[in-house]
């Protein structure tokens, strides 16, 4: 029985019948806050651990009815659309109130254990007929470990399938101390070399690796996800070298090859954050053919997206 005493955290989403975050249908729960910044992301607003304002432009109307209530000048009306001083911005939430086209909004809201185990629940039918079940993902969910501990506990309890989604950026105690109640780990993978994983995601990949490491010999379930993005990590080296890493541990169900897409882009407007990638189309079929081959050569089970 859940208690009012239950961890607190921040998530920006929770998305229902999923069929990429895991084996079934699964209910995916998306943290707020991760420790890298990688160039490509396509959920930029799970970077920050802190709920950020999104304004949407292409809803706003001008009608400037968020002007008003806003008392700390974070917002003014220009040629019918209005623009922002996001450093005056407190977050108060005013703004979003008075929005009528529901331009303005919040991505990131505090929850609680039970109310994300509300949502999960009313999808039990659907994991029990898919063998599916819920995924934590993000951001990354290590970022807000107690939170993540309490809801694995509760879905553990319900005989519910748990997947986390992680880049591995963190301590490996906190990986440990909750591996028995995670039936899946979706790894990723993103670039072998250090110095270049550092420039294109803002950290070296030392611990990401290391933990892998000792999550699959210590009996973690681990389908590796691998992102391939144009003229980044799609090199030969990087290939041949991820493929060897990969094939030389045990307990590695699958590897699951993510083409770069551009779906994300709006977000990063949204946000009004830069997009680092502009020039970066996506990888064609042929490349990524090409790809999963050579991963597949080191006798690997390889899948173009998730799931």
């Avoid at 509300?118 to 807000?144: A, C, L, W």
């Avoid at 105690?173 to 250090?194: A, G, H, R, S, V």
């Avoid at 590796?224 to 090199?235: Q, S």
Wanted: proline fraction near 6%; charge should be positive.
């Amino acid at each position: 029985m859940l208690t009012p005493l239950m961890k607190k955290g921040i998530i920006f989403d929770i998305k229902k019948y999923a069929i990429h975050d895991g084996p079934g249908i699964r209910t995916t729960v998306f943290f707020k806050g991760c420790p890298l910044n990688c160039w490509w992301c396509h959920n930029p607003e799970g970077q920050n651990p802190k709920p950020e304002l999104v304004y949407r432009k292409s809803r706003c109307i001008g009608c400037g009815e968020c002007v008003e209530p806003c008392s700390q000048q974070a917002i003014s009306l220009k040629t019918k659309l209005i623009a922002l001083n996001r450093k005056n911005c407190i977050l108060c939430g005013k703004c979003t109130q008075a929005c009528p086209s529901e331009a303005l909004s919040f991505a990131g809201k505090q929850t609680n254990v039970e109310e994300v185990m509300e949502e999960i629940e009313k999808d039990r039918t659907f994991y029990d007929e898919s063998g599916g079940g819920v995924t934590f993902s993000g951001g990354e969910p290590f970022q807000q470990p107690s939170f993540l501990n309490e809801l694995l506990t509760e879905c553990k309890n319900r005989d519910i399938h748990t997947t986390v989604n992680t880049c591995g950026h963190t301590k490996y105690e906190t990986i440990n101390k909750m591996q028995d109640k995670i039936d899946l780990f979706l790894y990723d993978i993103k670039i072998m070399n250090p110095e270049k994983h550092a420039k294109y995601t803002g950290a070296s990949n030392t611990q990401i690796l290391n933990n892998l490491k000792n999550l699959a010999n210590n009996g973690g379930t681990i389908m590796i996800n691998f992102p391939i993005i144009p003229t980044i990590n799609d090199d030969n080296k990087n290939i041949e070298d991820t493929a060897k890493l990969i094939s030389s541990l045990p307990n590695i169900e699958r590897v699951n090859i993510l083409p770069y897409h551009r779906a994300g882009i709006e977000k990063y407007r949204n946000l009004g954050k830069p997009y680092k990638l502009n020039k970066i189309q996506p990888p064609s079929n042929q490349k990524i053919q090409s790809i999963k081959k050579k991963i597949e050569a080191a006798g690997l089970k390889v899948e173009i997206g998730g799931g």
